[in-house]
């Protein structure tokens, strides 16, 4: 697992959905919002994290997604 991994998309002029990944033993309790903006930053370029605007969050969740790779 990449533990740096990250999306982000912008939901309106004001508001974005972003998506950390985590392991699965994390517990949704341990990730406040403080710890959410800082990880976020520390996973973005400087320059951009530099540009956040950090505010409450509306929604958390942890989704227990999982992917792979198979080849012929």
Known sequence: MNAD?????MRSL???RYYLQCGL???LEAWTDVRFWDELRRRLPASVAE???TGP???K???P?????VER
Do not use: D, P
């Open 5 to 9: 991994s990250l999306y982000a998309g």
């Open 14 to 16: 004001r508001r974005s």
């Open 25 to 27: 033993e994390e517990k």
């Open 51 to 53: 540009a956040v605007v």
């Open 57 to 59: 969050s509306i929604e």
């Open 61 to 63: 969740s942890i989704a």
């Open 65 to 69: 997604l999982r992917s792979f790779v």
